[in-house]
């Protein structure tokens, strides 16, 4: 029986999460992100059509670790089966161009979470594109937060927007980088040197 795969996984145990654990560029947040969601969805059983889900890097967001980009559809409701060939047809729209939507990763939020908690706002994503691939829609209302617990997902994402470290350069002080997690910039900050002074730099925890 294949092991499921949790928030409490050590990333040395998993190959997908330990790719997730150490992703340094976007298009290996994308490719480790979507290998872990395709494990998540055979082992939490979540019923996702992947053919139909885009994938995105944002850099720019701020309150959202990640997002679920998809069309509007007139009086679609959560609860409700939606009639894509319907829907298309009111709206003069394909069924593959309404039923398409974009899961978009947040950066800074990567940077900030551990290994577990991104799992976990990747499975709450997966029950956003569940519930927008049977019901047109997806929202945080109870059906949500009943499967959310049923994958454990959180409901809401925990803050990440304030840096856990920052650099500065020993000689004027001016603020050289900002990091969300632990990383070789922050474990070796004292074999670079800062480009204003060309100095040393100093790190220090939020």
């Known amino acids: 029986m294949t092991r499921q795969l ?13 790719a997730l ?11 480790g992100s ?39 559809l007139p009086d679609a409701e959560v609860g409700e089966p939606v009639d894509w060939n319907g829907a298309a047809d009111r709206l003069g729209r394909s069924v593959p161009e309404l039923r398409t939507c974009t899961l978009s990763l947040t950066w800074a939020a990567y940077e900030s979470f551990d290994v577990g908690e991104w799992t976990a706002t990747l499975r709450h994503e997966l029950v956003h594109v569940e519930q927008f691939q049977r019901y047109g829609t997806t929202d945080h209302g109870p059906e949500f937060r009943e499967r959310a617990a049923a994958v454990d997902a959180t409901v809401k ?35 670079y040197r ?8 100093k790190c220090s925890r939020e």
């Open 6 to 18: 949790s928030p409490d996984d050590d990333p040395a145990d998993s190959p997908t999460v330990r």
């Open 21 to 31: 654990a150490h992703a340094g560029t976007h298009e290996e947040l994308i490719l």
């Open 34 to 72: 979507r290998a872990y969601c395709r494990e998540a969805v055979r082992e939490y059983d979540i019923d996702v059509a992947f053919s139909s889900v885009e994938w995105e890097v944002s850099t720019r967001a701020k309150r959202r670790a990640a997002a679920v980009k998809r069309p509007k």
């Open 157 to 191: 994402c925990p803050p990440f927007a304030d840096p856990k470290y920052v650099l500065t350069c020993a000689a004027c002080g001016r603020v050289v980088g900002r990091r969300y997690r632990d990383c070789k910039l922050v474990r070796e900050h004292d074999q």
């Open 194 to 201: 800062s480009s204003c002074c060309d100095a040393g730099v």
